[in-house]
Nanobody
Framework: QVQIRESGGGLVQAGASLRLSCVAL????????IGWYRQGPGKERELVAR???????YYSDSVKGRFTISRDGDKNAADLQMNSLNAEDTGTYYC???????????????WGQGTQVTVSS
């Protein structure tokens, strides 16, 4: 089972920036599309940014113009630069394939621990 490790979260004030990083460890696989997902308090998990192994990017409307996703070629790692953070960006951020990797149990999707981002207004 591939393990995904996210890091870089924290508590910041509105208007600040954070940079999240993730890396996929374990059996050698090639993740074509890497995404950053966010789950806010009481909300469903949503995809906020995605990058392909050729550099194609996608952003949700809520983060477009403020967040930038990047990866080093086709490596199984990606960063998310988050600028002009606001309270609506608060949540747990997860990195995963798009679509998400399957769980080793065969039931549902695999998710790492995520990294918490809290923006105070």
């Amino acid at each position: 089972q591939v393990q995904i490790r996210e890091s870089g979260g924290g508590l910041v004030q509105a208007g600040a920036s954070l940079r999240l990083s993730c890396v996929a460890l374990g059996p050698t696989i090639s993740i074509n599309n890497i995404g950053w997902y966010r789950q806010g308090p009481g909300k469903e998990r949503e995809l906020v940014a995605r990058i392909s192994n050729t550099g194609y990017t996608y952003y949700s409307d809520s983060v477009k113009g403020r967040f930038t996703i990047s990866r080093d070629g086709d490596k199984n790692a990606a960063d998310l630069q988050m600028n002009s953070l606001n309270a609506e960006d608060t949540g747990t951020y997860y990195c995963n394939s798009v679509p998400p990797l399957p769980s080793a149990t065969g039931r549902g999707d695999y998710w790492g621990q995520g990294t918490q981002v809290t923006v105070s207004s």
